[in-house]
């Protein structure tokens, strides 16, 4: 069955530095996306991207963050100056479509998880 | 108010009980709603997809929302210690927006 791909599982930083996450989203899928979990606090919602631009955002995702599709198959969130708070797991996502229905639904990648010391 | 509140358990039952789990909201505007099951250090992986009102069954899962009370409960029949983990409600509006709001997850263990 196909699956969201995520490296790496784990990465640690110093604060300060940048940090770039990938994915490898489901193949036929057109809609990537990024969210969070802060160690014992619920998924957060970071931005969404289709066609090669952000189609949205939340306030967390601010200046330091970024997105990129760099091929066909990678999807990438960059995080430029990394802070203490930024310590979460972070999950991609793709689903095939939007707009209701089951084609919509996002599958999620295992996560990688981040810690700035 | 949180726009979705579940609770965060843990719920222990034993292997073969019917578990009942549950998520109320807060947006009339809610229309989709999803069930993840999260294993520990986990992605979230999809259980059920449900739109509006109703019951959807997939093999020992069953979803139900009543959206007149804002409230949407997963069901799970046999229950197995394999399905020891945190469950997630997820949901979102009609239109808008496309990202899902989380619950904060409900840890179940089910005993052998």
């Known amino acids: 069955e196909p699956e969201v791909t995520q490296t790496p599982s784990h990465q640690v930083t110093q604060m300060g530095q940048e940090v770039i996450l990938r994915c490898v989203p489901i193949?036929?899928?057109?809609?990537f996306y990024w969210y969070r979990q802060i160690l014992g606090q619920k998924v957060e919602f970071l931005v969404s991207?289709?066609?090669?631009?952000?189609?949205?955002k939340s306030e967390i995702f601010d200046d330091q963050f970024s997105v990129e599709r760099p091929d066909g198959s990678n999807f990438t969130l960059k995080i430029r100056s990394t802070k203490l708070e930024d310590s979460a797991m972070y999950f991609c996502?793709?689903?095939?479509?939007?707009?209701?229905?089951?084609?919509?639904?996002?599958?999620f990648g295992p996560g990688t998880r981040l810690l700035v010391l | 108010q949180k726009e979705v509140e579940q609770d965060p358990g843990p719920l222990s039952v034993p292997e073969g009980a019917i578990v009942s789990l549950n998520c109320t909201y807060s947006?009339?505007?809610?229309?989709?709603f999803m069930w993840y099951r999260q294993y520990s250090r986990k992605g979230p992986e999809l259980l059920m997809y449900?739109?509006?009102?109703g019951n959807k069954e997939d093999g020992r899962f069953t979803a139900q929302v009543d959206k007149s009370s804002k409230y949407i409960s997963l069901f799970i029949r046999d229950s197995q210690p394999s399905d020891s983990a945190t469950y997630l409600c997820?949901?979102?509006?009609?239109?808008?927006?496309?990202?899902?709001?989380f619950g904060t997850g409900t840890r179940l263990k089910v005993l052998a």
């Open positions: 991207f289709y066609n090669n631009e952000i189609s949205e």
């Open positions: 193949s036929n899928h057109l809609y």
């Open positions: 996502a793709s689903s095939e479509l939007q707009g209701g229905g089951r084609w919509e639904t996002q599958y």
């Open positions: 449900t739109y509006s009102s």
């Open positions: 947006n009339s505007a809610f229309q989709y």
């Open positions: 997820a949901m979102r509006p009609t239109s808008g927006t496309y990202k899902y709001i």
